[in-house]
T-cell receptor
Framework: GESVGLHLPTLSVQEGDNSIINCAYS??????FIWYKQESGKGPQFIID?????DKRQGQRVTVLLNKTVKHLSLQIAATQPGDSAVYFC???????????FGSGTQLTVLP | NAGVTQTPKFQVLKTGQSMTLQCAQD?????MSWYRQDPGMGLRLIHY???????DQGEVPNGYNVSRSTTEDFPLRLLSAAPSQTSVYFC????????????FGPGTRLTVT
């Protein structure tokens, strides 16, 4: 079936280093992807999105890369800060279902 | 703006009890949705609404009812609570639909014993 998932459940990085969080999807018809950040005890917060007609999109300290050939996307966070510690979800829009499908999340821990 | 608000923050129910989780937004958003989040899993869509008077089922609708009598409010009703409904519930809204930036509420942590 259609699915969106994440490669690693946890990721630890040193403060100041770059973080790369990966996500894979199974449905080539997915045409829109979003990355969310969820801090402990809070609801998810939109970070950045990308449509399937793009390979790359940049925001403030974040970049999302989309590789449709291997059905993979990644979120890169530059100069990771302690405030970046959170669970990061990718979500894909499955056109036939007309709803977002969320991955299981990666817990990012920033080490001092 | 208060954004998306949810009440209560925490709730404990006994099996078979019913209750309503409240969700409200003051951003004049047309699209509202309910998700549940279980440990180690992503969010799963329960029900959604594209405007007042219009609701539809998501991925996991069984055991839940919704209604949308106003643009602002989108309550989620548990008809007869079961332990499998123990979860954290999030309400979200966006101006135009699931492809528009969704704003999430703080969540309701529900435990069914």
């Amino acid at each position: 079936g259609e699915s969106v998932g994440l490669h690693l459940p946890t990721l630890s990085v040193q403060e100041g280093d770059n973080s790369i969080i990966n996500c894979a999807y199974s449905n080539s018809a997915s045409d829109y992807f979003i990355w969310y950040k969820q801090e402990s005890g809070k609801g998810p917060q939109f970070i950045i999105d990308i449509r399937s007609n793009m390979d790359k999109r940049q925001g403030q300290r974040v970049t999302v890369l989309l590789n449709k050939t291997v059905k993979h996307l990644s979120l890169q966070i530059a100069a990771t800060q302690p405030g970046d510690s959170a669970v990061y979800f990718c979500a894909g829009f499955i056109g036939s279902a007309r709803q977002l499908t969320f991955g299981s999340g990666t817990q990012l821990t920033v080490l001092p | 703006n208060a954004g998306v608000t949810q009440t209560p923050k925490f709730q404990v129910l006994k099996t078979g009890q019913s209750m309503t989780l409240q969700c409200a937004q003051d951003m004049n958003h047309e699209y509202m949705s309910w998700y549940r989040q279980d440990p180690g899993m992503g969010l799963r869509l329960i029900h959604y609404s594209v405007g007042a008077g219009i609701t539809d089922q998501g991925e996991v609708p069984n055991g839940y009812n919704v209604s949308r009598s106003t643009t602002e409010d989108f309550p989620l009703r548990l008809l007869s609570a079961a332990p499998s409904q123990t979860s954290v519930y999030f309400c979200a809204s966006s101006y135009d639909g699931p492809l528009d930036e969704q704003y999430f509420g703080p969540g309701t942590r529900l435990t069914v014993t």
